[in-house]
């Protein structure tokens, strides 16, 4: 009964050693994890932000349009260069 016991003991202890590994990989797993989810997270700030920028593209350009149209805008007397301006967006109608 006693080696039964001593057995069960041992076979215990193996369990438990094996389960934890024992070499310190549990802390440096956790550390990449944690390292890639704040990159993640970098990414995603950054990628809102582009959204956010994108929107107001979109809605500055919107603007224009409306601004060109309710101007009534002769756009077959407008030089070329101005007209190119115009669509880039480095000139807006005044």
Known sequence: MKKI???ITLAAMAVSLA???GKGDDTLGSQVEKSADNRADALEATADNLEDQAEAV???AEQQS???????VNAQAMPQAQKDALVNGSEKLR
């Open 5 to 7: 016991s001593i057995a």
């Open 58 to 60: 979109r809605d500055n």
């Open 19 to 21: 389960a934890c590994g």
């Open 66 to 72: 409306d601004a060109i149209d309710d101007a009534d």
